[in-house]
């Protein structure tokens, strides 16, 4: 695999669309995100996970005033089955430690083992996806 790089950034920095723009929108990462785009949204926080100087995974992270919603989580297909998304979930985790804020999300199936053992509850089913919080 290489070695793995967590980068944390935000669509204000100068390399932001150079290192995330073919994850934007690119029909394979959407149809796997359930059919919906990953917008670049202000304010919204990405860790990317690269490895020989490409973007194999990312997290994303969007604060409100009293809560934290993890929006978007996606590992390209060749690094899944290894510690990528582990890393990059502990990554966005940490960050948020402390903070006294609930963290919330709707994932599919796949992610919810990882959620499970970082504490979130289970406070609903969408169809194939779930939702967890949990209060840091």
Known sequence: MGQLRILLTDNTQSNFYQLLGRCLS????VKENGGN???DDDGKLWWVATANGKVVGFVTATEKASKVIFNNDYVHPDYRNSTVY????????TYYVG????????????CLPVYVKYGFAITGK?????????IV
């Open 126 to 134: 969408r169809g194939s996806y779930s939702t967890v919080e949990r």
């Open 99 to 110: 903070s006294g804020k609930k963290l919330s999300a709707t994932m599919p199936e796949a």
């Open 26 to 29: 690119r029909r394979e990462v």
């Open 86 to 93: 582990v890393q990059l979930f502990a990554a966005r985790f």
């Open 37 to 39: 785009p990953i917008w």
